[in-house]
């Protein structure tokens, strides 16, 4: 890390100033899919800045809709991502993997022949009927549109291949257009980031028309960028990063779920669904989900930082974006644990009360956000 540049970042804090502190700084590409937790890119920016160096590999365990991996692949960094939902290794493989337009063309090609010629698969049905968080899902679509989401969800669970960036694009665009309140949106009226129940006509809408129109526009995005061709994601439980070698890591960056805060796989129930899931999935995922884990003394990142401490190089950093609320201080928290192979560099926190809002109350009423630095031994 580079001790200039971090107290620089926490005397000028550079994401909240001029052309950072647009929500929409940076390339496109990061609106690939909307996501609540989403960091902002202008900090994900400054934070590979600060604590990495070109042809160093950064790594986000948690990497949600792949920000940090992203910022870091573009950057010149070796990005490795992972996350334990097919939401986001699919957004972040999408992001840094290497896709072509022909691919991804052939993938739209295959979803329009398999929906002008199947039935709806009985589980899908069933999956479907089951499912009924604030309204039915059948209510966020026209008929006729709704048939062909059902559709598609059998054809991406039929052809599913999170190693492939390309079906993961295409994937992701899918996720992005399944609800919103703008003409992309294949639901009624909705709400991008969580399905806020519809509101407003039934107007049917082609599924491979939106999504062609919006994988388009990302591969246009991505294709003007240099990013970083070694780049890597995988899927697994932050707990057991078995895929990654001993020491391969240089730097770790990134936002676990707030405790006491959002459950993504709630706030994202729609794009769960669509991923596969059934209701029995939505009743367990507590067990794996850190943010289901509700035991507030964070003890669970013991465990994580064991794994830190496995893949990390020795003396590279931890940086780890928490967050304080009004049911738990995050970062008091974490100083109360001992984690073994780490010592603490530096804690900071920044106060974000009034800025938390993109539209949605429930942001799990974060005031401040918190930074905390280790090193490993
Ligand atoms: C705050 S979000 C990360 C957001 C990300 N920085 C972004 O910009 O989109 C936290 C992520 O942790 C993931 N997660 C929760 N429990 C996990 C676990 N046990 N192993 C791996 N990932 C987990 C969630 O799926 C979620 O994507």
């Given at each position: 890390m580079d001790q200039k540049l971090w107290s620089?970042?926490?005397?000028?804090?550079?994401?909240?100033?001029?052309?950072?502190?647009?929500?929409?700084?940076?390339t496109p590409l990061h609106s690939l899919c909307s996501y609540q937790g989403k960091l902002k890119p202008a900090l994900a920016h400054q934070l590979v800045q600060v604590f990495s160096k070109r042809g160093q590999t950064v790594f986000d365990p948690f990497s949600g809709s792949g920000t940090v991996p992203l910022e870091a692949a573009i950057s010149g960094r070796c990005?490795?991502?992972?996350?334990?939902?097919?939401?986001?290794?699919?957004?972040?493989?999408?992001?840094?993997?290497?896709?072509?337009?022909?691919?991804c063309d052939s993938l739209i090609d295959a979803l329009i022949v398999w929906v002008s010629t199947r039935s709806v698969e009985p589980k899908t049905i069933e999956d479907t009927a089951n499912i009924r968080f604030n309204k039915t899902i059948a209510e966020y679509f026209e008929p006729n549109t709704f048939q062909e989401v059902l559709k598609a969800r059998d054809f991406f669970a039929k052809t599913k291949d999170l190693g492939d960036?390309?079906?993961?694009?295409?994937?992701?665009?899918?996720?992005?257009?399944?609800?919103g309140n703008r003409p992309y949106a294949l639901s009624r009226n909705s709400h991008p980031l969580t399905p806020y129940a519809p509101t407003g006509d039934y107007v049917y809408k082609n599924v491979s028309t939106h999504l062609r129109t919006k994988?388009?526009?990302?591969?246009?995005?991505?294709?003007?960028?240099?990013?970083?061709?070694?780049?890597?994601?995988?899927?697994?439980?932050?707990?057991?990063?078995?895929?990654?070698?001993?020491?391969?890591?240089?730097?770790?960056?990134?936002?676990p779920p707030f405790a006491s805060s959002t459950r993504f796989y709630m706030t994202n129930w729609m794009r769960f669904w669509f991923c596969g899931w059934s209701l029995t999935d939505f009743d367990n995922a507590s067990a794996?989900?850190?943010?289901?884990?509700k035991d507030k003394s964070l003890i669970v990142y013991e465990d994580i930082f064991k794994s830190f401490g496995r893949v990390l190089?020795?003396?590279?950093?931890?940086?780890?974006?928490?967050?304080?609320?009004?049911?738990?201080?995050?970062?008091?928290?974490?100083?109360?644990?001992?984690?073994?192979?780490?010592?603490?560099?530096?804690?900071?926190?920044?106060?974000?009360?009034?800025?938390?809002?993109?539209?949605?109350?429930?942001?799990?009423?974060?005031?401040?956000h918190q930074y905390l630095v280790y090193a490993k031994k």
């Open positions: 620089q970042f926490k005397k000028e804090l550079p994401h909240k100033k001029g052309a950072f502190s647009k929500r929409n700084w940076g990005a490795v991502s992972n996350d334990l939902s097919d939401m986001a290794v699919a957004m972040s493989n999408a992001k840094i993997g290497n896709t072509n337009r022909m691919a960036p390309n079906w993961c694009l295409v994937f992701s665009a899918m996720l992005h257009i399944l609800h994988v388009h526009s990302a591969l246009a995005a991505k294709e003007s960028l240099p990013l970083t061709p070694q780049s890597i994601s995988i899927q697994s439980d932050v707990r057991d990063l078995s895929q990654l070698a001993d020491g391969s890591i240089d730097v770790i960056i990134t936002s794996q989900f850190i943010e289901g884990n190089k020795s003396g590279g950093p931890v940086v780890l974006h928490v967050g304080k609320n009004k049911a738990v201080d995050m970062s008091e928290k974490l100083q109360l644990l001992k984690f073994n192979d780490f010592e603490m560099v530096d804690v900071f926190s920044e106060c974000v009360g009034s800025s938390e809002k993109h539209g949605i109350k429930d942001k799990g009423g974060t005031v401040e």
